[in-house]
C-alpha cells in the first residue's frame, strides 16, 4: 500500500481550520447529493439509477471522498490507507464494470468542482476567515487529484491482470489448436476461444516464421491482435483467422519481414494442427533448404499437398518401396535409377506406349522399348494390375521425395 505521505505529497489541509471538518460532516449527506446529481448529468457513464449498482458504488465513493476530506481536515497527517484502498478498489471495478478512466477522472473532476463550491459556502456562513478561501480549493483539487490517481492504478492493475489472463488464454488457444486429432473437442475448443477473447472464424491459416541462421529475433510488434502468436523453439508459430479475407494476411507479411515463412492451407479451426502439420512438412524436407529465401511462402508453393501427405507416411512408404521395388536392389546403381524413372514414366502415361515413355524421358523410342521390355521381364504382369500400378507410383514418389535436393549453383 503507498504511504499516505506518497498519495499526498502537498498537504494544504494544515493551512486549515480544523472547525471546518465539524462544518462539513453534518452536511456530507447533503453535498453528496449534490455532486451526485451533477455528476450523472455531466458525465453520461454514470446516468443509471440511483438504486442501480452503479448509483450505488457511485454515491459510496463521493461519500466516503467528503469523509476523508474532513478527516484530513482535522488531523491533516492521519493515516489514510483505508481510504486509499477503497479508491483503487473503485477503479478495479470501473474496469471490471467497462467503463474507461476518462469517465471516472470526468467524474472527480465534477465533485471537485461542486465540493469546493459547497465548501467555501460553509466557510462563508461560518464566518471564517476569508484566506481560508484559497488553501480550501487547493485542499480539494489536491484531494480529488489524488483520489482520481489511486483509483487509476487499480484500474491499471486489473486491466494488466485481465490482459495477462487474456495472453495467457490465447496461449492455451493457440496450444489446443496445434495439439492434432487429439483435441480439442468442440466443446473446450469454444470455452477456450471465449476466455481468450477470441471469436472462433470460420478457417484459420497456420504460419511457421524462422529467423535466419545465426539471428534471433523476439516477436515482432505490432501483430494484430486477432493472431495467435506461439513461441516454439527458434520459432514462432502463427494462427491467422480469416486468411482469404487478405487484409490480416498482408498485415502478417509486413511484420514478419526478414523471416523465413512458411504457410499452411486454410482449415477449419478444429483442422488447425493439419495446416501446421504441412507446415511442418515442408519445413523439413531438402526443397525448403534448397529454394531460394523468399520470406513468405504458401507451402503449396513449396511442395504440393500430394507430396506433402507421402511425406507424412514416408516409413510406410518406403516399407511399399522395399516390398514392390525390392527388384532392383541388385541391379547396378544406374540402371536401377534408369528403370525406376521408366517405370515412373509408363505408369504416368495414358496409353502406356514406347513413343510416350520416350517423350516424357527425352530418350530414343528404341531406349524406351529396351528399357520397357526390362520392366516388363523384371515385374511381369503385375504391371496391368491396377492396385500394383497405384502402389508402385506411391512408393516411386515417396522415393523421389527422400532424395536430396540438387545443388545450388
Known sequence: MQAPEQTFSRRPWQELPPVLATLIRPRIGEIAGDMVDVIREEVPAYRRPLDSPVGRDLFGAVRRALRQFAELTEHPDSSQDHHIAHFRHLGRVEFLNGRTTDGLQAAFRVGARVGSRRYAELARTAALPPDVVLPLHEAVLTHINALSNEAVRGFS???????????????????????????????????????????????VAVLVARPAPGTARPTPRGLHEDVLVLPRGGDLVLVVPEPADGGLLDHVRNALRGRRTVLGPAVPPADAWVSHHCVRLAMSHPRYSAAPEPEFQPVGELIPLADLHLLGSAPVGRLLGDRLLGVLAGLPAGTAARLAETLDALLMSWGRTAPEVATALGIHPQTARKRLRRLDALFGDRLADPAFRFEALLALRTRALRQPAPERS
Open 157 to 203: 492493475a486489473a486491466q494488466s491482470r485481465a490482459e495477462g489472463e487474456v495472453q495467457r488464454g490465447r496461449r492455451a488457444l493457440a496450444e489446443a489448436l496445434l495439439e492434432g486429432a487429439r483435441g480439442p473437442a468442440p466443446d473446450r475448443l469454444r470455452a477456450l476461444a471465449a476466455r481468450a477473447r477470441w471469436p472462433l472464424p470460420k478457417t
